[in-house]
């Protein structure tokens, strides 16, 4: 992952770093804003700490530029006698990129096209190029999305390394990465999100305590082992669920939450049908009808009514006949298939190949509602769990 410090003096601009280093798959290691009134020493001990590779700052036109020179100059300060000082990339108002300019001082430093000019495209390239090789396989995960030959199409994938989502409509796709995976990344998520927030995903007759779970996850960054197959589940549910979110609030991509297809890929396409669609629909809470995919097959037909619509009739089309459907509100059931199915609801309709699952219709309702008491969110989980084949 690449380094990044973010630099910004208004809320819009704030906005806009986080954007730009969830689409380009930068490890904010560092944000900064410009009014929070600290002084030259204290900023630069932070840059000294965290040690970012590159520096984002971002400007808005008509503000006063002063504030984000002296944090560049924090920068500047910071790197004094360093061989690996960061580079400073700048996008804003002429005065601002001047005022800039001289603060970097001999630091490497570039201007950029505004992101309010192009909605950040020429920023995203270039942060993806300073991240080098590793860059590819978001740029790739877009190219899958463009290509599956379907609008609204969502595309998501777990690794080692990271969790990523493409999500592509009408010829263009958006991308984005969290450095929070199934494997040695795994620490990352703990420290983003909590081990409270993976643990809640754990079911079993025994559920490691909070402190216990964290040391656990930890092991996974410190040792060469992998995780059990139920706290890869959990890991991997949580993972998508922060990346999802994220999108959502920082990036907010129209009709990410109606997907038409779903492809999943790396550790979701190792899971068995069932445990991936699951962990799919735990973590991205997505609505309406989408045919799910993972590698190369269609695992499911999935259908999640709107709160409202929770017990309205569908009907189910394949080999067999047709049959009418009605969800129960608060359920989760699985309806198998024989070949060609096709689910029909109301003016919408969703069709797969041979389904290995079948039909998955969600009513459970959004967001979905986990009990934070241990006994009351296992029982609710084994419910859950027995509903899948």
Known sequence: MLPLATVAADDESLRWCRSLALRAGASVVLAVDARDGAGLAERAAAFRSRDPRVVLVIGREGHDAGPLAAVV?????ASLGADDAPRVVAAGSREMLSQVHE???????????????DEGAGLVRRLRDLRGD????????????LDADADDVLACEIDDDGVRAAF???GTAVGAELPVGVGPSADALVRRAG???????????????VTLLRDRIANLSRFV??????????????ALRELIAAVRRD????????????????????FAPAEAVAAFLDAAEPHGLARLQLGDSDAALVVVPANADRGRPLRIVDERGERPIHPAAGALSVIPTAGRAVVHAERDEVVAGSPALGVVIDARGRPLAIPD???ERQTLLRKWAASWP
């Open 373 to 375: 008491r241990d006994g």
């Open 134 to 145: 590793e860059a590819g396989r978001l740029d790739r995960l877009e190219r899958v999305a």
């Open 251 to 270: 990036i907010g991509i129209a009709g990410i939450e109606h997907p038409h297809v779903v492809l999943l890929g790396g550790a979701f396409a190792q």
């Open 195 to 209: 081990a409270r927030a993976v643990r809640r995903w754990l079911v079993g007759e025994v559920v490691p305590e």
């Open 73 to 77: 100059e924090a920068t500047r300060v």
């Open 225 to 238: 082992v992998g995780a059990p197959r139920a706290l890869e589940l959990a890991i991997a549910r949580e």
């Open 168 to 170: 592509a409509s009408r």
């Open 103 to 117: 603060a970097v001082a001999g630091l490497a430093w570039e201007r950029a096209m505004s992101p309010r000019e």
